[in-house]
C-alpha cells in the first residue's frame, strides 16, 4: 500500500504544487501551476492509480501461459510491457489466455476486470490483487 502527503517540482520559471490528502490504490489529488509573471492556475482533481509490480515469478507465469496460448516461438521476446494484441492476440485469444490464467493460478477474474487487461504485467499485477483477497 502506498500514500503520498505532498510533492514539489520546479522547471526554469514555473512551479508545480502537488497536494493530496491520503492515496491508498486509487484517490483524487489537486495540481496547481504558477510561473513568473502570470496568475496561478489550478487544474481540477485529478485520478489516478498508484499500484505494486507483481513478483517477477507471477510475470514469469503469466509469460509461459501466454507463449503456450499464442503458440509463440521461444526466440520471440515477451515480457511484462508484452501488449497482447503486439504479440498477435485477438479477443478470443485474450479470453483463452485469460481462462489459463484463471486455470493455472485458482482465481476467477471478472469480465470487467479481463477487458482491463492489455499487457502481460496488466494480468499479472490482477492475479496478485485476486491472490492477495483469497
Known sequence: MASFTASSVSFSAVSCSFKQNK?????????????????????????????????PETVNKVVEIVRKQLALPNDR????????????A?????????????????????????QSITTVQDAADLIEKLLEKK
Open 23 to 55: 492515496v491508498s490504490s486509487l484517490g483524487k489529488a489537486s495540481l496547481s501551476f504558477s510561473g513568473n509573471g502570470s496568475s496561478s492556475r489550478r487544474l481540477p482533481a485529478l485520478r489516478f492509480r498508484v499500484s505494486c509490480a507483481a513478483k
Open 90 to 114: 485477438d479477443s478470443l485469444d485474450t479470453v483463452e489466455i485469460v481462462m489459463g490464467l484463471e486455470e493455472e493460478f485458482g482465481i476467477s477474474v471478472e469480465e470487467e476486470s479481463a
Open 77 to 88: 521476446d515477451v515480457s511484462g510491457e508484452s501488449k497482447f494484441a503486439t504479440l498477435g
